[in-house]
């Protein structure tokens, strides 16, 4: 008797740790910044009382925060289609057998092994008009004869940053969806040939299906790595000119430890929240249930 | 149950950014908690954070701590030292859980006035330490009559000129803006790869930008009785004046993102010709390995405006942490230990700043003749209005201000709509 009530408790006793972790390190600082965004807080970050949405209500009506919210969507966006496009398709070529394979996969982790502060910074030092590596390249390549100003836009800065952040999250993708790959049985292929099914057919018959799974994991840790992306923006921008670089991440920060406001920087983070909660519970839900039928 | 457990696992990953707005952790060093007023040994706690200046502030530190402890035995000194990208995180969040340091070193103070957390200077400063500070610094930190920080250095800024570039392109040193703009002119046309001027209206610092050209037109962020005039009509023109000196192509190519130090570093390879730097850019281009053959002069001005140097400083603070008298003891033995001369004058000299007290400026300007100078231009120069609490977003309004400007926006709107929110 002893026994079985054990066993059934003991699920539950090997994942207390893991709660009890998720409870003080993510569920209290959440409770926290819901509180804060509903509170009326002072410059050096003393809660002074209720203030209702008054910071939220604050948040949105600055011109700022609607340019920011559309540079976060076309960030998020962007990052996350290009490098899940690029991703898979790296995946194919990695998937099929040929000299040097182990090598080009042990390189594709470079990107991603490496802090995204050193990526970012890196990819500043490569852009810059003045002092830039792809400028001097060029320079001593002579195809140019006076440095070429990569970034004379705010647009055009934004642009670098997506694809710095696509560069870094491609192995991620590409290795999801190797893994996908690998584990689909090779009998559907000779048998898809011997039907006479050709290259295309095979891909979204048999390896769209199959690795499916694998690309919804990476797809939505990726919206959500990439919604709270913080550092590549930070190092090459810090979201300058005028927040036309700025994403919610690198906002909230601004306003919370910038300009001391810490309940409205609590009411962005709260806004990105429930975005994220949004978009990611409507795409697991989605894609789950089509995995069920 | 899949699905739920899938859909917990995403909430679980999401509240990273939740949890991002809130108190982002700080790096302590054993800081210890509160007041532990004569622990089990008997002894005086004080913890500080300070301000990491460069290289070699965290040594100082450690050195400081050991001649400190090896005379004050009694006395338990601990000394965070953050940098500055995350001082503000780390107080904030200390002040927030209610642990607030005894000690701030740190370059703001009003926001921590405002709520009531900090000490007047002269019941945690001794009179004979006290009495040391130039007046004119101590009235940095007055509010409502009371001096609530006291400095622990200066720096202060001029204009920094390439005499070999000036020479060949056969230009004086510009006084005025004028001349400022035809030398520009003329170095563009000596070599059009040069930039003639250093402007940075960054996020970091483009609130000295703002200093530089509204102080040198005879306007300000604030006039003489301490009002807000941000949207002045010498402000706006000397908003514009900077924008176009941008946008005829005499300054290096990006102002909103070219930090100060990266034009120091293109000052010093001969890129920039000209820019406003502090007085700390000749230990920067030394230390850098550049050699280049430059002047310092007054920064330029406009309309027969005398010239004006912006001095940036820093300060002390003590946190009102409810001390018993041994403690206060402690902590004002702490202050007379750190503002002895000779200590003192090290602690300067540390990273190339500028002395706060008397008696540290006349042992500096003794030992080095160019550093008298500037100890005078020290003196003299204007302050950012730091003791206004709404200073946070003064600073990060005329930054955006300049930004938008760059990208084509109205100056004078763009002031007004400044100046109208401040105002609310």
Redesign the interface.
Known sequence: MKNKTFRKAEPYIWILPSIILMAVFILIPIIFVFRMSLSEVSKAGIIRGFSGFANFTKVMNSSAFKLVLRNTIVWTVAVVVLSTVLGFILALILNNEFRGRKIARAVMVFPWATTLVIQASAWKFIIDTDYGTLNTLLLRLGLIDQGINWTPTAEAYFTWEIACGIFVTIPFVTFCVLSGLQSIDTTYYEAATVDGANYWQQLFQITMPLVRSSLTVSTVLNIIYVFNSFPIIWTITKGDPANHTDTLVTYLYKLAFYNGKQGQAAAVSVIGFTILLICASVYMVYTLRKGDE | M??LA??SL???????????????GGSSEGGSDAKDEGGSDGKVSINVIAAQYGQNTKTWWEDFVKDFTAEHSDIDLTVEVESWNDI??VV??R??NNDAPDILNIDVFA??Q??D?LLPAEDFVSKETYDKMYPAFLEQSDVDGTIWAIPDLASARALYYNADILKDAQVEVPTTWDELTEACKAIKAHD??IYPWGIDM???EGQAAFAYYTWNNGGGFVDDEGNWTLNSDKNVEAIEYAVQMVKDGYT???P??DTRY?LQ??FG?G?VAMMIGPNSIPTYIADGGYSVNYGVAPIPTNGGVDSVSAGVMDRFMCFDNEYSDAELEAIKTFFDFFYEDERYSEWVLMEGFLPATISGGEILAKQDESMASWVDIVGSCNFYPTAK?EW??VK?GVI?VE??A??G?NVKELLDELQNEIAE
């Not at chain 2, 990273?16 to 108190?23: F, T």
């Open positions: 899949k699905k899938a859909l995403i909430l679980s990953m999401m509240c990273g950014l939740a949890a991002c707005g809130s108190s982002g503000y995180t904030n969040t002040i927030s926001n921590y405002a709520d957390l059009s790869k960054t996020t970091d290096n190519s990006d909103a993102n990266d570093d293109m390879a890129q609490t946070d977003d990060q955006n930004q938008q760059l990208l926006g």
